[in-house]
């Protein structure tokens, strides 16, 4: 399942994954973000995921032809979260409206854990 588009050319469906991994891309340029975060609640630590993950720290929803993404992520110690969070969802709305064409709603922030920057 994804999104369709229908233009003079053809048809372009766009999976939710490849939406994913443009929102996870777009969100670990952000400052202050030390990276993406395993979506499970069920640990009591939060994963710290590699750049090859990016998707699985991301949630895509898509209805009525607008998109909603829920990002979980991780920040480093001494930043803004606000600030960070703000940032994160003003890339992601942009990158993936840009790239992809599509109508994104809502960009959600689930910060799952701060990190020590070494």
């Known amino acids: 399942m994804g999104q369709e588009i229908n233009n ?7 999976s939710e994954e490849v939406i994913a991994t443009i929102a996870g891309a777009a969100a670990v340029e952000c400052y202050g973000l030390v990276g993406m975060a395993s979506r499970k609640s069920t640990d009591k630590f939060s994963e710290l995921l590699g750049r090859e993950n990016l998707a699985r720290g991301v949630v895509v929803s898509i209805d009525d032809q607008q998109v909603v993404i829920d990002l979980y992520i991780i ?12 940032n994160v969802m003003e890339r ?27």
């Open 8 to 14: 003079n050319l053809g048809k372009i469906d766009i």
């Open 92 to 118: 992601v709305r942009y990158t993936t409206e840009n790239l992809t064409g599509l109508k994104v709603a809502q960009v959600n922030v689930n910060v799952q854990g701060v990190r020590v920057l070494e």
């Open 75 to 86: 920040v480093g110690y001494g930043v803004k979260i606000s600030e960070v969070a703000t």
